[in-house]
């Protein structure tokens, strides 16, 4: 079936660091691939997506290319921000209706 | 900007009792979903519901679960019985375009369920 493997937090870093959050998947059929953001207190957030191999995803400075490749689509940022702090959370849907989300990685930015 | 809503955002029950989490999805939206995270584990998928029927279902989604649309805004998710391990944070989605690969779905804030 269909999985979702993101490293494994928190990743703590000050600010301006840069950022990247592995993702790797499986999946049956060609997924489209997704990166969602819940930061305290609040609901799963939107934050970039790409449907085809060798897109590129991004919003709010981050970004994300799907390599079909390496079934990868890692998450960058150049330069952090405090209110960057959250939980980042890699999906894939592929033949369905269901969203299949990785565990999530905890992301805390610090002054 | 549109977002979809969810009531209440906390809910503690009793073992055995019936509890109903509602949402209420984006307007213009024709599929809806429901998902939940235990404390500590994955987001995982429960149900998906279009046109006033269940499109696709996950084996946690048996017989002490059900869903329904009671009117033009609503989308509630049924426990019949919690069990301990209901205890969980539930998200409903949803979307436009269902079983496109490259649809959308958009979340609400979840509402948390303790099951004592």
Redo the contacts between chains.
């Keep these: 079936g269909d999985s979702v493997t993101q490293m494994e937090g928190p990743v703590t870093l000050s600010e301006e660091a840069f950022l990247t959050i592995n993702c790797t998947y499986t999946a049956t059929?060609?997924?489209?691939l997704?990166w969602?953001v819940q930061y305290p207190g609040?609901?799963?957030?939107?934050l970039l997506?790409a449907?085809k191999a060798d897109d590129k995803g991004s919003n709010k400075g981050f970004e994300a290319t799907y390599r079909k490749e390496t079934t990868s689509f890692h998450l960058e940022k150049g330069s952090v921000q405090v209110s960057d702090s959250a939980v980042y959370?890699c999906?894939l849907?592929?033949?369905?209706?269901?969203?299949?989300?990785?565990?999530?990685t905890r992301v805390l930015v610090k002054p | 900007e549109p977002e979809v809503t969810q009531t209440p955002s906390h809910q503690v029950t009793q073992m055995g009792q019936e509890v109903i989490l509602r949402c209420v999805p984006i307007s213009n939206h024709l599929y809806f979903y429901w998902y939940r995270q235990i404390l500590g584990q994955k987001v995982e998928f429960l149900v998906s519901f279009y046109n006033n029927e269940i499109s696709e279902k996950s084996e946690i989604f048996d017989d002490q679960f059900s869903v329904e649309r009671p009117d033009g805004s609503n989308f509630t998710l049924k426990i019949r019985s919690t069990k301990l391990e209901d205890s969980a944070m539930y998200f409903c989605a949803s979307s436009n375009a269902g079983t496109d690969r490259t649809d959308t779905q958009y979340f609400g804030p979840g509402t948390r369920l303790t099951v004592l």
Aim: aromatic share 18%; charged share 15%.
């Design positions: 059929g060609y997924p489209s997704f969602y609040e609901g799963l957030q939107l997506k449907t959370f999906a849907k592929a033949a369905g209706n269901k969203l299949t989300f990785g565990g999530g």
